[in-house]
């Protein structure tokens, strides 16, 4: 069952293998001590993810990256997307950040 919604992020587990629902409930942001831990992830394959220690560094990492749209799987590879790649216009929850001119 997909349960992808703006408000919840990506969190099925297709899309997104490291959903727990205890991370999903939490709801966390994707901090910038966060971004630079998933740089080292980028490149990596879901299962190499999923048995590196620690979990916090890894797992999660990757889970709130993908859960917030700055990245994904493509090929089995974690991959950042172009919201990664624009990550100064969004906030912790991928959301635009809203413009100062207005």
Do not use: C
Not at 2 to 30: C, L, M, R
Not at 70 to 76: P, R
Request: proline share 4%.
């Amino acid at each position: 069952m997909k349960h992808n919604t703006i408000d919840k992020g990506i969190i099925d587990s297709t899309n997104n293998p490291f959903a727990q629902e205890s991370w999903i409930q939490q709801g966390f942001g994707f901090t910038p001590k966060r971004q630079e831990q998933v740089e080292k992830l980028f490149g990596r394959s879901a299962e190499n993810i999923l048995t590196a220690q620690p979990e916090n560094d890894n797992r999660y990492v990757a889970f709130v990256a993908i859960r917030w749209g700055f990245a994904k799987f493509i090929n089995g590879i974690l991959t950042q997307t172009e919201k990664w790649n624009n990550r100064q216009l969004y906030d912790g929850h991928g959301r635009p950040l809203k413009s100062k001119t207005n």
